[in-house]
C-alpha cells in the first residue's frame, strides 16, 4: 500500500485557519482513494502557486488523511509557504502523493518525540500505534502544537509553556519498561540529542522522520540526499521520509546543516 500508488491531481482546500502564529492547518479533498493509501509519515508535493514562480513544489508531511481528504500543518518560513498560506478556500491547489515510505508500525508501546513543527505528522500516526507518551519540544508556546488526547509532556526553551529546557530533559520521565518503539522528527541537531540520549538497546528500535531539501519528491534530481551509516547517501523522498535512526550517519547530516 502506499508506495506507487500515488496520484497528481487538483485538491480543493476546504479549510484553511492560523491557528499559531505563522502556522497554518490546511484540509485538502483529495478523494478516498488517496485517502485510503495514505501511511502515516508519507508526504506530499504541493505546487504552491499556478504561476512560474516557484519551480519545485513544496513537501509536507501527510498530517492526518480522513475518508475523503487530508490535513497539512505547515508554518510560513519563505516564499513558497507563504503563497501557500494566501490560497483561499474554496481553490484548487495540484498535489502529488501519497509519496515516500512511512513509518513501520510494529506491535508494542510507542514514546513519540517531536520538535516544533516536527509533531506535524503524529496526529495520524497515534490513530495506527499504542502511544504509552508523547513528548513535545519547542523554541516558545507560540511554536508548540496542539495534539489529539495523548499522555503528554511539554517542554520549550523560555518557558513560557510547560517546563522551560530542551527536549532532552524530559527523557528522564519516560518508564522505558513501557516503550518498544520510538518516534522521533525535528530539526537535524535535535534528532540527533534525542537519539544519543535514549537506553542504547532502543536505537535499533528508532525511527526518524527526514526533511530534507527537495526538488523532484519521487527519486529523479538527487537533491534530497542524506548521509547514510557505512557511507553513500539515502534519498529522502524515496527511502524515506522516515527511515530506521541506525540507517542515518548522524555527524556528516549534521555537518551539511
Ligand atoms: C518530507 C518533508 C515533510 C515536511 N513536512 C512539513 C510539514 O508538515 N510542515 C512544515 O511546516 N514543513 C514541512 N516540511 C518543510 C517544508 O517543505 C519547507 O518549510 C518548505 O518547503 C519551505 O518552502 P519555502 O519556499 O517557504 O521556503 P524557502 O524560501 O525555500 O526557504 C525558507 C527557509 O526554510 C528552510 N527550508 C526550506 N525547505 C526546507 C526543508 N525541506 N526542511 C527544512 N528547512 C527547509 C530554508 O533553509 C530557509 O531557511 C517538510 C519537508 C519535507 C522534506
Ligand atoms: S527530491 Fe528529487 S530525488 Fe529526492
Known sequence: ?????????????TLKEEFLPGVFRMCLETGEVFCANAEPGQFIQIEVSPGPFPVTRRPFTISRAYS??????????????ALLSGVETGSAVR?????GSGYELNNG????????????????LVSYVDCRLMLLGASSKDKLLPVPEVSLLSITEDGSSGRKGL?????ESVQWDSVSNIAVCGP???MKAVIQNIPAEFSSRTQISAE??????????EGCSIPKAGGGYLKCCTD???????????ERWEGIH
Open 240 to 250: 524515506g521520509p522516515v527511515f530506521p535512526a541506525d540507517s542515518i550517519d548522524w
Open 95 to 99: 498535489v502529488l502523493g501519497p509519496l
Open 1 to 13: 500500500m502506499g508506495k506507487n500508488s500515488e496520484v497528481d491531481r487538483d485538491a480543493v482546500v
Open 188 to 190: 537535524v541537531a535535535m
Open 212 to 221: 530534507a531539501r527537495m526538488g523532484c519528491g519521487w527519486g529523479a534530481c
Open 109 to 124: 508501546g510507542w514514546l513519540l518525540v517531536g520538535g516544533g513543527l516536527g509533531a506535524a505528522g503524529f496526529p495520524g
Open 167 to 171: 527536549i532532552t530533559d524530559l527523557l
Open 68 to 81: 475523503s481528504s487530508i490535513e497539512i500543518i505547515f508554518e510560513a518560513v519563505g516564499r513558497g509557504t
